[in-house]
């Protein structure tokens, strides 16, 4: 009776092996012995992916060429096909589970993890039906978590619904890029631009996104207003007080109007204390952590991006340091609650200021097991680093450990306390609000002290009280209104999770915690870097702006609102997560993708013809890639810049190219004007056999042939 546990990668499987007993490493395989599994256990593994959707060349030849005659591209049945570089892992994979009388899915436990799991075992062609199939599902890969997931195995056919939702999402994605993509880029063509213009379910929307915030931008007009402010002068301290009710004025005689009907004017006059109120406030720690969040606050904090937080959590979580990190969920449950408790002294140690954490009961604003679906909020493990290894860690991963440490310590810390102090001041008929807090318990703050950057104190006032003569500064002032901020990483990020309802409260989108956002949390970095990769998406100081090749494409979509919704895409993967709560078949989500792939075939052509924007879009891209095509000017020679290689068009004699890449070394800038200039360059490193060695070299250039200097 042979068990098989399929983990997703090496490393996911070499953690396994450590909560083992004993275990023989093989090729491709574990041998494990250990009082917890049956005998004859091994654990194979995946290299993530080890099975891909094929490409349409693969459905029929006409299609490795594009035409706009080919479309729509609607398989039969969709073929899926092992990347020859995996041939050889997938053959030991299907030996084993071919064998199997017991599989134990052990990749991610998520959606992803069960599409790349069942993916594996069906193109192994095995009867599952003729096999146990159970499921590990766990939060964290500490040796007694794995332990205890697997004293505590799962029915593997329970959690069939969720590959058949990721799959659903895989195929749908695969239908609207292999027809949207070809589509768009060959209609542009038309129109004389050049370059492959990409269209994504999830994607599209997101560009858009950005794509309406650099228009709202770049079309904002300034509008002048007038606001009316007192300063106020009581016991030799002033304080700045807001009329009340604010209101704002467009124009200076609304403004005096106002002022005469209030009998107040200009400059100082005679004020009186009308009000006086103390309240003492309590403001709780942040919410846990789901990944969305983090990698909002580690952006606005530190500037990294979304791919970079999750790869820096996803090292922690390997670590053995964090639990698992592509969740949604901002709770744990009790059990969590009391691990953390009983670890509590061992945690405080990585923190450098004491502070005392009394609120040794769970409160329901983060320990919430109901609010716990597939996984819980990200929070430190069992496993307490040393301060030698966090050492070790980079710098982007210290500052996560740091961040999550710090959030999950402040929940047993008392609130913050504050005493918040409103004098309403009356000039003439009018009058004036200011507010001032002053600190009377730091609490979690005090885990803070170093981010004062986000605490945004009010100023403190001074003592009075009702019924004191003031003396009262009225001024007018003139501003202008303020265009809207640019996405960064971190706010698009929130803005996918709320659909396009960018909001930074967090209460506000606890209350939109039914809104279903585009993309997962799986998936939300990725679709960013996609963006950046394409070159639809640049960044400039941490802001997000939308390049003019992405322009042209927003343009190009804008005409078709399914393409561009998020509110749209959100509905689809409410939809999609209804497959995997088996409300609806992937049938019937699919047929819904193809009626709407078949109507941008339809529509689109005459959506782009003869339009006024794009034509005049056009015109702005060409002159760009114009621009963009000059990589180098030399005395000698005019460096163009082509997507795989770059052209070299001498003063005199013919033109020849130069690749970018030489030996796993990417050839930048300073390499490729000394080759121009000189015919060779300095001894570069980072050179790499077919071994995979490191070396370095010389770069020499022999008419037009390149080839290395070991001199």
Partial sequence: MTTVILAEKPSQARSYVEAFQRSTKKQGYYIINDSLLPPDTVITFGFGHLVELAAPEAYDAKYKHWSLSNLPIFPAHYQFIVPTD???????????????????????????????????????KINLKQKTIKRLWINSLEKDAIRSGFKALKDGWAFYPKYQEAQTRQISDWLIGMNGSPLYTLLLRQNGVRGVYSIGRVQTPTLYMVYQRDQAIKNFKPEPYFELNAEILANQQKFIAKLDPYQRFKDETGLMTFMQAKHVQKGSQDGLIKDVQKQGKKSASPRLFSLSALQTMINRRYHASAADVLKAVQALYEAKYLSYPRTDSQYITDQEFTYLRQNLARYQKLVSKEIALPQIEPQSRYVNGKKVQEHHAIIMTKTVPSQEQLAKLSKLEQQVYDLVLRTTLAMFADPYEYEETTIITQ??????????????????????????????????????????????????????????????????ITAMKTAGKTLDDEEAQAILKDVQGIGTSATRANILEILKKRGYLVTEKNKLHVSEAG??????????????????????????????????????????????????????????TGNAAIKQQINHQQQAQKFDEVFLETPQATVLNKQKFYIVKPKQGESFTLPKKWSSKTLGKTAIKALVTKGETSKLKGFKSKKGKAFAAKLKLDGHKLSFDFD
């Fill in 86 to 124: 995996k041939k050889a892992q997938f053959k030991i994979v299907k030996e084993w589970l071919s064998k199997a009388d017991t599989i134990v899915v052990a990749t991610d436990s998520d959606r992803e993890g069960e599409n790349i799991a069942w993916s594996i075992m069906n193109q192994a």
């Fill in 551 to 608: 322009i042209t494409l927003c343009k190009a979509v804008e005409l078709e609102p399914l393409l561009t919704s998020p509110e749209m895409t959100a509905k689809w993967e409410q939809a999609l997560q209804q497959i995997s709560t088996e409300e609806r078949t992937p049938d019937n989500f699919l047929s819904q993708i193809k009626k709407f792939v078949a109507k941008l075939i339809a529509d689109v052509p005459a959506q782009l």
């Fill in 427 to 492: 000039v003439g008929d009018a009058n004036f609000k200011a507010t001032g807090k002053v600190p009377t318990k730091q609490g979690w703050q005090a885990l803070f002290d170093d981010h004062k950057a986000d605490q945004q104190e009010a100023a403190t006032l001074p003592l009075v009280h009702q019924g004191d003569q003031v003396q009262a500064n009225l001024q007018t002032l003139q501003k202008e209104t303020t265009p809207p901020v640019p996405f960064t990483e971190g706010t698009l």
